[in-house]
């Protein structure tokens, strides 16, 4: 069985520009989430889906973030325009449905560094 | 609001010496817990879960963890550590059913 998929496993772009990371999660798991890490600093939520729908997005740090789950499968986070903050470590994962976090499965992450 | 709280950023050892990584939280809720480990340039991979039972976990590689619900701690042992085991290590509370509240991190570095 796959893993979670994450890509790109690095990205350098410059303040102002769009980044979109994807994640592909195990194939079968509704709950789909993001988290992110910035520098230093504790792991933190940014939301979840289950399917294609926001559960919750309450971790979302501003509108410049959008999240997406067309079709229940894989998800997109898109960042534009990013600002240097965004820089950090994008993690995914996903679980079945009906375990919810007591059985993650984490993404090898994304690493983005706005300069 | 739950917590979780890493006191040690940084843990030197020395090979085959026992090791303990300290965790605790609060909740005023049941909890369950988590220890994660980040090796360098990898994601992140359970180690072992407490959700109920018996207090001590045995995880991967040989780690455990003992739940201490009067200590509200989740302490990570290991009593003979190696050269591979340099990684971080996070702690981590299920906050509702989904949603993870982690800890800042303790980075482990063994030394030959």
Redesign the interface.
């Known amino acids: 069985e796959a893993g979670v998929t994450q890509f790109p496993s690095h990205s350098v772009i410059e303040k102002g520009q769009t980044v979109t990371l994807r994640c592909d999660p195990i194939s079968g798991h509704d709950n789909l989430y993001w988290y992110r890490r910035v520098m230093g600093k504790e792991i933190k939520f940014l939301l979840h889906f289950v399917k294609e729908s926001k559960q919750d997005e309450s971790g979302m740090p501003n509108n410049r973030f959008l999240a997406e789950r067309t079709g229940g499968t894989y998800s997109t986070l898109k960042v534009q325009p990013a600002e240097l903050e965004d820089s950090g470590v994008y993690f995914c994962a996903s679980s079945q449905a009906g375990t919810g976090g007591r059985d993650y499965t984490f993404g090898s992450g994304t690493r983005l560094t706005v300069v | 609001a739950q917590s979780?709280t890493q006191l040690d950023s940084q843990v030197p050892v020395f090979e085959e010496a026992p090791v303990e990584l300290r965790c605790n939280y609060s909740s005023s809720v049941s909890v369950?817990l988590f220890w994660?480990v980040q090796y360098p340039n990898?994601?992140?991979?359970?180690l072992l879960?407490y959700?109920s039972g018996s207090t001590l976990v045995k995880g991967i590689n040989g780690f455990e963890a003992e739940f201490n619900k009067s200590q509200t701690s989740f302490h990570l042992r290991k009593p003979s550590v190696h050269i591979s085991d340099t990684a971080e290590y996070?702690c981590?509370v299920?906050s509702?059913?989904?949603?993870?509240?982690?800890?800042?991190?303790t980075r482990l570095k063994v030394l030959a």
């Open positions: 979780v369950y994660y990898q994601g992140l991979q359970l879960k959700l996070f981590a299920l509702g059913t989904y949603k993870y509240i982690f800890g800042t991190g």
